[in-house]
């Protein structure tokens, strides 16, 4: 643990006999800690439900607003950090980028338990919860120096899949802690509501303290800085020029992006459109979460450019099956459809995800992978925010849901012009030469 010298997945016998073992122990770290800067990452997409409920006074686009700042503020993050581990090592990175979660998660929990905190300092705490959205394309690039080219897909597939997971996490867990006293000993009285019940709500973000502490220190003690990720920024910026990452980072901002901004505004959407059911906000990022290591196995197995295909044509059929049951104000088939677009949304993480090392070589692949991530992270900004102004111009979001289909669209069209077609420029599903 610490630094290793020496490191070649793609040699069998090394890999076997230790390659593997430290992977696996990198990954396992790596997963909890992403999970941790997820649930930061998206923390306002719960509190920002229940700020007017203890006495805020903020209006829907602003409400909307604070669920969307950490986006944008995580994206512009993540073209810094899908470089740190190249300049300052794995490890090191993530035990820095993980601490420092603990400055918003504090904020936070002391910030809400007044109700005349300004709106500018809700503003900024919002964007600091922007540090955890950086994670994901320093965690990404990390772990895929770590294994080979033939298991790529998996890793990535489980350590975005369950780290991916703390969007539905902080979704479950918040509407529970908060209905109990535990850190009140912090200090803080409880909210009183409307209807007489007590809520904490700085229970929200203090629930995450102990966790970051502990992972911080896990990290510090349990992860590897590879020889392999050493590259300089310049080295590593090269990728800017190549065509394909470019149409790669379209594919992700189609299905990540989608995952994200989906998970970013569904409570909120939920609120507008179907008050009564705002608990069951969670299902959509943990379905999303829980399908994206399925995606990067199945392309593993299948080819990463045919599964894209499929899960953007579920996304289109699903996004239009949510504008029909919106007009039909179906509760059922809105919340069905809904979580067919987040399901779909997931896998097309993960198979395209696997794509991209298939694409690339081994010392381009691991940038492309944070570069691709940090434009789809502006999913969870622009999304929220499409949303918020088509509820707030029409009363509903199908206006936004209309753009999001022209976009599929063309996804589907790069997707396959350039990696599925018989004659395309990189064949993704030619699996044979994937293993190899």
């Not at 996490?169 to 109990?180: E, G, K, S, Y």
Request: charged share 10%; hydrophobic share 50%; aromatic share 16%.
């Amino acid at each position: 643990m610490g630094r290793i010298k020496e490191w070649n997945p793609e040699n069998a016998e090394f890999w076997e006999k230790e390659g593997k073992r430290h992977a696996k122990r990198n990954l396992w770290i790596s997963v909890p800690t992403l999970m941790l800067a997820f649930i930061v990452w998206q923390i306002w997409s719960v509190v920002a439900v229940r700020l007017n409920d203890i006495g805020f006074a903020f209006t829907d686009e602003q409400l909307f607003t604070l669920a969307a700042v950490p986006g944008l503020v995580g994206a512009s993050l993540r073209f810094v950090y899908t470089f740190a581990v190249g300049k300052f090592g794995g490890r090191n990175w993530v035990v820095f980028s993980t601490g420092v979660l603990l400055i918003p998660t504090l904020g936070i929990g002391f910030a809400v338990q007044n109700p005349d905190t300004p709106y500018w300092v809700m503003l900024t705490l919002a964007a600091l919860c922007g540090l955890g959205g950086g994670n994901f394309s320093s965690a990404l690039a990390n772990i895929s120096f770590f294994f080979p080219k033939k298991e790529k897909g998996t890793a990535l597939g489980i350590n975005g899949g369950l780290g991916n997971m703390g969007v539905s996490v902080v979704q479950f867990v918040t509407p529970l802690i908060i209905a109990v006293s535990t850190f009140a000993f912090i200090g803080g009285e409880g909210q009183v509501l409307a209807n007489g019940q007590e809520i904490w709500l700085q229970n929200a973000a203090f629930i995450w303290v102990i966790p970051i502490v502990v992972m911080t220190i896990v990290a510090y003690f349990g992860m590897d800085n590879l020889p392999t990720a050493q590259q300089s920024v310049k080295d590593q910026f090269v990728i800017v020029k190549r065509k394909h990452t470019w149409i790669m980072t379209i594919l992700y901002v189609a299905t990540f992006g989608s995952f994200i901004g989906y998970g970013a505004a569904f409570p909120l959407l939920l609120r507008s459109q179907f008050p009564d059911y705002v608990a069951l906000a969670f299902l959509g990022a943990f379905l999303a979460a829980a399908f994206r290591p399925v995606g990067g196995w199945v392309s593993d197995k299948f080819g990463g450019a045919r599964v894209t295909t499929y899960v953007l044509i579920a996304m289109t059929l699903g996004a239009l099956s949510v504008i029909y049951f919106i007009g039909q104000q179906n509760f059922a088939g809105f919340l069905t459809s809904f979580l067919l677009l987040f399901i779909a949304a997931g896998m097309g993480s993960g198979s395209t995800f696997q794509m991209i090392p298939i694409i690339f070589p081994v010392k381009e692949a691991a940038p492309v992978l944070g570069f691709t991530a940090a434009f789809a992270a502006y999913g969870s900004f622009f999304i929220p925010q499409l949303f918020g102004w088509s509820v707030s111009t029409t009363g509903t979001p199908i206006s936004a849901l209309y753009y999001f289909i022209a976009f599929y669209v063309i996804s589907i069209v790069l997707n396959w012009y350039y990696y599925q077609r018989k004659n395309a420029e990189v064949r993704c599903d030619d699996i044979s030469k994937n293993a190899a």
